[in-house]
């Protein structure tokens, strides 16, 4: 580490914490019809957050989830409704959970519309209450 990124880490300690997460390794997945690891398995969280959408689906594929077969759910946490038109951050949620990151969550992200339909229920629900 040079002089200049410690003094960022003194300034930002979140920043310390957050470099220690990024690194964190992962323990390799091994795929269970030949007991081989994919080449593009990410060896540390940084290394999973930069996977390219090609990557993801080429590990989805590798593992038996893109195209469901006998081997599928034979994983801890198999992929459930792999769709190769699916954006690349719900790519990234379904493989990390696959994959047994704890923090990747495969439910899908809630649209605008999703949100604005939510604030004007929680509006209404008030409004009722004040009336009654």
Request: glycine fraction near 4%; include cysteine.
């Amino acid at each position: 580490m040079n002089a200049r990124s410690y003094k960022l880490i003194i300034k930002n300690p979140g920043l310390a914490t957050k470099l220690e997460q990024m690194a964190f390794p992962l323990a390799p997945l091994v795929e269970v019809q030949h007991g081989t690891v994919h080449p593009a398995f990410p060896r540390t969280v940084l290394l999973f957050w930069l996977l390219t959408n090609e990557q993801l689906e080429s590990l989805a594929e590798f593992y038996h989830q893109r195209t469901p077969n006998e081997f599928t759910n034979l994983y801890p946490h198999p992929i459930r409704d792999w769709n190769p038109d699916m954006a690349i951050e719900e790519k990234q949620r379904k493989v990390g959970e696959f994959i047994g990151i704890r923090f990747c969550d495969s439910r899908p992200l809630k649209t605008d519309e999703d949100i604005m339909a939510e604030v004007r229920q929680a509006a209404e629900k008030k409004t009722w209450r004040k009336l009654y």
